[in-house]
């Protein structure tokens, strides 16, 4: 899996090029600035040794924190008591991990967090009297998964699918379906399946609570969709695409996709409620950005028929965001690992 998975990380930062394809423009509806969104400082992260989180999931007193290139893949903090507990150390156990994505919380404070180069979804819930840890569930078959996230009954999965981009899996009878095309990319209409699984497979997934909707943005682009799911089937409610990533992309050769250094970072992080979807978009290039491009100053807010009812600036910048449906409340991490609680 890991010789795949380089293959899909191989990413040259090209050196940029006048181009006039309109298509790489960024929609304006994305570009105006909004009303400032106030914030509350809540906690210091650096002073439980958190300095660079990379994703967080918060569900009342519980906040869960993931870390990249260090012995514990997620830190369980009690924001009451102050007690952190670390959790899936690094490594290859049944209940290790080697790289966290889409760490969520559901309604009864279980966390999962996906590891990708495993294709395990590790589960657990700090919050229950014996803080159980259920066994890790594989998702198999030979695909390669990158981000998923599980509801009460199923899995929903993005990879190098070469059969559609969303994959259903019952946690019931294991069976598996594929669902929903790739967007086809202007400059690259006649691309093979796996390099386009490829070139869109920067996501982050978020599930509605009810579990009847989920939403995939993309991290590289300004691509969004908004999908319903009816039994065990997937449709496509909305799809936008604001503008396309500046890419070299090929169907030959280790590298099947390349990003211009002056490629628009798309919407870096996204969480949900009932019945909004909040989204991070950066905006920046990493041309001039370097590695602050994580750094997003603009929070889009729309509903789940995919409608873009407000855009706001959010002054201090924020890395990473998390709704917590039991406050309901909106939560989000600075460039200098604060936790804040946006007033919106």
Request: with cysteine; hydrophobic share 35%.
């Amino acid at each position: 899996m890991k010789k795949h998975i380089n293959i899909y990380i191989a990413i040259l930062l090209l050196t940029s090029c006048t181009t006039e394809n309109n298509y790489l423009s960024v929609a304006p509806d994305i570009l105006t600035r909004g009303n400032d969104v106030p914030s509350t400082y809540v906690v210091n992260l650096s002073d439980y040794g958190i300095n660079t989180p990379v994703r967080i999931s918060k569900h009342g007193d519980i906040l869960a924190v993931g870390q990249r290139y260090e012995l514990t893949n997620v830190h369980l903090v009690n924001l009451s008591t102050h007690a952190t507990q670390p959790w899936l150390p690094m490594g290859e156990g049944q209940n290790e991990a080697y790289s966290i994505d889409n760490l969520s919380i559901n309604s009864h404070g279980e966390i999962s967090a996906f590891d990708f180069e495993t294709g395990k979804l590790h589960r657990c819930n700090p919050s229950s009297l014996s803080r159980s840890t259920t066994p890790p569930l594989t998702l198999a078959n030979t695909a390669i998964h990158l981000s998923a996230v599980q509801g009460d009954n199923f899995v929903i999965s993005t990879g190098l699918y070469e059969q559609g981009r969303y994959r259903y899996y019952s946690l019931e009878d294991e069976s598996e379906e594929y669902f929903i095309d790739y967007p086809v990319h202007p400059g690259y209409p006649d691309l093979s399946p796996y390099s386009t699984s490829i070139l869109w497979a920067s996501t982050v997934l978020g599930l509605r609570p009810d579990n009847q909707m989920f939403v995939c943005t993309d991290i590289r682009s300004g691509q969004i969709d908004f999908c319903r799911i009816e039994g065990k089937k997937i449709s496509l409610v909305c799809r936008h695409c604001y503008y396309y990533p500046h890419v070299d992309a090929r169907d030959k050769g280790d590298v099947r996709v390349a990003y211009y250094s002056d490629n628009i970072t798309g919407f870096r992080d996204v969480t949900v409620s009932d019945d909004r979807v909040f989204v991070l978009y950066s905006g920046k290039t990493y041309k001039d950005e370097k590695q602050n491009i994580a750094n997003c100053s603009t929070l889009l807010v729309f509903d789940w028929d995919g409608t873009l009812l407000e855009t706001r600036t959010l002054p201090q910048m924020a890395t990473f965001i998390s709704y917590d449906m039991e406050e309901n409340a909106l939560y989000g991490t600075t460039p200098d690992a604060q936790l804040v609680r946006y007033n919106i």
